[in-house]
T-cell receptor
Framework: ETGVTQSPTHLIKTRGQQVTLRCSSQ?????VSWYQQALGQGPQFIFQYYREEENGRGNFPPRFSGLQFPNYSSELNVNALELDDSALYLC??????????????FGPGTRLTVL | GESVGLHLPTLSVQEGDNSIINCAYS??????FIWYKQESGKGPQFIID?????DKRQGQRVTVLLNKTVKHLSLQIAATQPGDSAVYFC?????????????FGKGTRLHILP
C-alpha cells in the first residue's frame, strides 16, 4: 500500500449537484495531484497542489477546483455535476524535489457516479 | 499533441512465459517514462521508470526498453505469474512542464492463462 488514502470509496450524485472528494497524502509528502480516470481509459491530469498553491492544471473547466491544507491533505470539488463526470478520481502524493523523477504514489480512488 | 498510445488493448499470456507490452508515444520532447500497473479496484502502482538518456533499465522481473528513434517503449515481464494480471499503463513526463503532471496512455490489459 502507498499510504495515500481517499474518501469516500464510492459516491452517487445527481446531475447539477456538487461533490467534495478527500485525499490524505503519504507521510512526508508535500504535493498532491488529482486525476480523472474514465472507464477503460488512462488517468487524466486535473491539477496539482504544492504547499497549498495550485501548481498546474490540465484541460478541465473551472467547476473543478481544489484545496490543499497545511497538513498537505487535499480536496477536489466539482460543481454543477454532469453525467460525463462519472469516473474514478485518483489522488497521488509526492515529495517535491524539483526532479522530473519525483515519484507519485496513488491512492485507491473514489468512484463517482452521476445520474 | 500530448498523447501516449498503446498498440494492443488486451494481451493474453501463458503463465510462466514472458510478457511484452508495447507503447508508442508522440511527444519527442518527453524526458521521462514510467510504467504503472493497475489492479482492479486499486490506483496505479509504479513499476519501473526510464529517463530519455537511457535505452534499457531492469528491475525485479521487469525490463523497460526505450527506442527514441521510433518513439517506442516496451515493458517486459519475465516468467509471468497470476499476480501480474492487471492493466498496464505507460506514461510520460517532460521537463518543460511547470507542473509535475503525468500523461497516461489508455492501457493494456494483461490476462494470464493457466
Amino acid at each position: 500500500e502507498t499510504g495515500v488514502t481517499q474518501s469516500p470509496t464510492h459516491l452517487i450524485k445527481t446531475r447539477g449537484q456538487q461533490v467534495t472528494l478527500r485525499c490524505s497524502s503519504q507521510s512526508g509528502h508535500n504535493t498532491v495531484s488529482w486525476y480523472q480516470q474514465a472507464l477503460g481509459q488512462g488517468p487524466q491530469f486535473i491539477f496539482q497542489y504544492y504547499r497549498e498553491e495550485e501548481n498546474g492544471r490540465g484541460n478541465f473547466p473551472p467547476r473543478f477546483s481544489g484545496l490543499q491544507f497545511p497538513n498537505y491533505s487535499s480536496e477536489l470539488n466539482v460543481n454543477a455535476l454532469e453525467l460525463d463526470d462519472s469516473a474514478l478520481y485518483l489522488c497521488a502524493s509526492s515529495l517535491w524535489g524539483g526532479s522530473i523523477t519525483d515519484t507519485q504514489y496513488f491512492g485507491p480512488g473514489t468512484r463517482l457516479t452521476v445520474l | 499533441g500530448e498523447s501516449v498510445g498503446l498498440h494492443l488493448p488486451t494481451l493474453s499470456v501463458q503463465e510462466g512465459d514472458n510478457s511484452i507490452i508495447n507503447c508508442a508515444y508522440s511527444n519527442s520532447a518527453s524526458d521521462y517514462f514510467i510504467w504503472y500497473k493497475q489492479e482492479s479496484g486499486k490506483g496505479p502502482q509504479f513499476i519501473i521508470d526510464i529517463r530519455s538518456n537511457m535505452d534499457k533499465r531492469q528491475g525485479q522481473r521487469v525490463t523497460v526498453l526505450l527506442n527514441k528513434t521510433v518513439k517506442h517503449l516496451s515493458l517486459q515481464i519475465a516468467a509471468t505469474q497470476p499476480g501480474d494480471s492487471a492493466v498496464y499503463f505507460c506514461a510520460e513526463k517532460w521537463d518543460a512542464n511547470r507542473d509535475d503532471k503525468i500523461i497516461f496512455g489508455k492501457g493494456t490489459r494483461l490476462h494470464i492463462l493457466p
